[in-house]
């Protein structure tokens, strides 16, 4: 184990080790007959490692919640009357383990909008006098002023355009994978990339009001609105307090009011098998998930998960791959086969950033196509793209009234051919959605697509699906908060930046996440590190799994609890032998909480 493992595990676990360490010493101090200062510490010692119980139990008694502490604090209280101070240091180490996981696992990764903010640059080149400029920090810009965006960069603000043209990505706002085209006074939006030429826009926000700000904001507040990491124990709470009471009332009743027994009762049912049950299997959960490169960053999503009763899904990159393919290329004209085309249209497509350019010149490849270059290439506004290739003079354009993305090679004023592509569905999708359907879990798809790219999809998912198309980061979120309030619990799977308000306020956030794609997954409680699409049902089997097994290791412990606490009620366990009896109750139920980091799926 490395020094900076040791030192977070010390930081983490440092009131435990103390508590230890005040074990020793006060077995020490009463081997060598120094019995006032061995109480001393023993006082010293329990009240540290309860300290945080106490604090936590009187907030919880405020707030007029009934939990599973009242316990533990009744026992150490009784210990610590009747002089019986190793059980109190016992017992303390235990509540401060098992509440020092519990915290560490609730914690174990924690969420951040470090990517979400780093993705916009600070700084930005300045537009003067038709000239790049001096370079500015972004949040010094005003309303009015004009900036340079350089190609492939993000830009920071909002504003109008002043170029002729311009070609952005807006996937991170909108999810759909083709490019738009702007022209001179259109409006341009922060967060979307410039993949064309460099560009300059008069600025019509400021940094606090921009709208990539805005999405930011929306994320902050619904991850702040997230329910914490509930124990699955204090469900069993009120019953196992009832029990525990009425049979420490029995002993004393039978033992002539002998608080020793009953705190032999008490010492047995300290609640700390229940309270680490939960923890330790879902650590287990998120081990058997890291296996299948499925990351859990929130440890009480393996619960929510457990219980959703609906799936919501983006469509680009969730459920189709993401990356346009050419499907179908027709060949209107006799003066061109089909490799030739391919050539003369890879040729101009070769160096743009645009997906279906990058479609075309790796069909061109596979089809072992000739390579040649053309000359003078350039952008034609709301078109496509123009250029010369041996000699002759060729366009590619976006064909209108397409409903789907097509292109069509011409020259001369004829057309040449037509290039058809599609975002083909995941291969494993229609049997995940078969999967939720049969588990009784409504499915609904959330989309910044238009109305007849998700009909299309619906249509080749075999239909019965339910969807929202043309929808805003703003409106995927007012959705999901919208069906929460109807009382779902609900997981969402996306993979972009117009997805990560809606993830952050989902019970469940799931993403897809690549390297291009890191800032969704800062919103995201659970992060897939590939594009299977199977992995959203792995993930859904390990949590229903993972739940079952610290549902019987809480069922476990508060079984073996109550045969122990039965025996001490009657005198045949005393105190130091009942304390010793709940650590072997706790190694029983950690062993078995383990079993769900083997969970194979």
Known sequence: MNTKRVIFLLQEFWVPAVVLLGIFLYLALNFNNQKTLAVYIAWAFTLLGSFQLFQDTFHSILKKHFALDYIAILAIAVSLYTGEYLVALILALMIASGRNLESYAANKARESLTKLTERIPDKVILWEKDHPGQEARVKEIQKGMEIFIKKGEVIPLDGNLVSQSAFLDESSLTGEAQFVEKVEGDQVFSGTINMGSPLALKVTRTEENSTYNKIIELVKSAQEEKSPLVRLADKYSTYFTVITLALAGLALFTSNFDLTRALAVLAIATPCPLIIATPIALLGG???????????????????????????????????????????????????????????????????????AKAVVDFAKGAKAKTLHAKDVEQIVGKGISGFVEGQRYTLAKLKHEQGMAIALSSKGKDLAIFEFEDEIKADSKDVIRHFKKQGIDLLILTGDKRQEAEKLIQSLGGGLDYKAEYKPEDKLEEVNKLKKEGKVIAMVGDGINDAPALAAS???????????TAASEAADVVFLGGEFSSIGKTHTIAKQTIKIAKQSILGGIGLSLVGMFFAAFGFIPPIIGAILQEVIDVTVIINAIRASRIKV
């Open 286 to 356: 998120v081990n058997a998930a890291a296996k299948g490169r499925i990351i859990v960053k929130r440890l009480a999503s393996i619960e929510l998960l457990s219980r959703i009763n609906m799936l919501v899904l983006d469509k680009t990159g969730t459920i189709t791959i993401g990356k346009p393919k050419l499907k179908n290329l027709q060949i209107l004209s006799n003066s061109l086969n089909k490799k030739q085309v391919l050539a003369v249209a890879s040729a101009l497509e070769r160096n743009s950033l645009h997906p279906l």
């Open 507 to 517: 019970d469940v956030g799931i993403v897809f996440s690549n390297e291009e794609q």
